[in-house]
């Protein structure tokens, strides 16, 4: 799954970016600037200690981890259209990272000067696990 997030594979690689972003849509009054390639527990606070300064208020996550698939055939030549180190895994939602990262949002929120918001966005093809546990406010 290719990602990109301020013209980098992840948010943390393109960080300049952001910031210079995150400052034209707070002169300007543009849209909502979210980071989100490679948001995870290992991530964010490095994400977030970088760009709530700049006016950071929301941030992108899947969320998700290739998962063995569960599938008993598995027919020689034809695949799920994965990379062939995934061809049979399944992305599914890691309810577990997205409450690490909520937390460490949660945590940032009541100390940053301006309110954040944690957008959720599951794959509508995760296998859900215990992410009903978490729900956005």
């Known amino acids: 799954m290719a990602s990109c997030s301020g013209q980098s ?27 989100g390639a490679g948001i995870n527990p290992g991530t964010i606070c490095h994400v977030l200690e970088n760009l709530l300064p700049h006016g950071l208020k929301e941030v992108h996550m899947s969320g998700g981890r290739w998962v063995e698939g569960r599938m008993d055939h598995r027919r020689e030549g034809m695949g799920m ?33 301006c309110s954040f ?4 966005v599951f794959l509508l093809c995760s296998l859900l696990t215990d992410t009903d546990t978490y729900k956005a406010r």
């Open 9 to 35: 594979v992840s948010a943390l690689g393109g960080l300049d970016v952001l910031r210079e972003l995150l400052r034209r849509s707070r002169e300007k009054g543009g849209p909502a600037i979210l980071p």
């Open 81 to 113: 259209g994965a990379s062939v180190e995934q061809e049979w895994n399944i992305w599914s939602t890691d309810g577990n990272a997205i409450g690490k990262v909520r937390s460490v949002v949660d945590d940032a929120e009541t100390s940053a000067p």
């Open 117 to 120: 918001n944690f957008v959720w």
